[in-house]
């Protein structure tokens, strides 16, 4: 069974730029979070999505960033514009029902690079 | 609000020592707690996890972590490290009194192990 995936693995744009980060959850899970690492600081909470619907978005930074998660398979996080402060690894965690299981597995991650 | 602290950032070890990294958590409510590790150019996995029962959880590869209600603690230890274990671990806790299912980490711990 394949893991999460995350598309790029890597990128690097200039400030003002508009990035699409893309993740893959693991087939048949209904929950999809995501979450970001900034340099030198904790993994924090961005979002969670239960199929298609926005469960919980209490961590998003700002309106220039936008989540989706059309038909309730794979999810984009758009961030435009882009600034300097945006820049980490941005991860990617999918589960099952949250009643059985709690265990989040994670993607490898995109590493975002704003010059 | 609730946090994760990792007291350690980093841990250097020699190989065959034990190790204990630390992690507490700031709330004493009902919590699942999760311990990922991150080696070098891959995405987070999980190593062990806390949800109900004994208090004394193992990992497959010879980790075990003990949750401390009373210390709001969950620290992590391996009697003999390998090399292979160099990687950067999180702790990571579910306040559950909080109807999402996020996850708040602590800022990681990395873990150097010397021949």
């Known amino acids: 069974e394949a893991g999460v995936t995350q598309f790029p693995s890597h990128s690097v744009i200039e400030k003002g730029q508009t990035v699409t980060l893309r993740c893959d959850p693991i087939s048949g899970h209904d929950n999809l979070y995501w979450y970001r690492r900034v340099m030198g600081k904790e993994i924090k909470f961005l979002l969670h999505f239960v199929k298609e619907s926005k469960q919980d978005e209490s961590g998003m930074p700002n309106n220039r960033f936008l989540a989706e998660r059309t038909g309730g398979t794979y999810s984009t996080l758009k961030v435009q514009p882009a600034e300097l402060e945006d820049s980490g690894v941005y991860f990617c965690?999918?589960?099952?029902?949250?009643?059985?299981?709690?265990?989040?597995?994670f993607g490898p991650g995109t590493r975002l690079t704003v010059t | 609000a609730q946090s994760v602290t990792q007291l350690d950032s980093q841990v250097p070890v020699f190989e065959e020592a034990p190790v204990e990294l630390r992690c507490n958590y700031s709330?004493?409510?009902?919590?699942?707690l999760f311990w990922y590790v991150q080696y070098p150019n891959q995405g987070l996995q999980l190593l062990l996890k806390y949800l109900s029962g004994s208090t004394l959880v193992e990992s497959i590869n010879g980790f075990e972590a003990e949750f401390n209600k009373s210390q709001t603690s969950f620290h992590l230890r391996k009697p003999s490290v390998h090399i292979s274990d160099t990687a950067e671990y999180f702790c990571?806790?579910?306040?559950?009194?909080?109807?999402?299912?996020?996850?708040?980490f602590g800022g990681g711990t990395r873990l150097m192990v010397k021949p």
């Open positions: 990571a806790v579910r306040f559950t009194h909080n109807a999402g299912n996020m996850l708040t």
């Open positions: 965690a999918s589960s099952q029902d949250r009643r059985t299981t709690y265990e989040q597995y």
């Open positions: 709330s004493s409510v009902s919590v699942y």
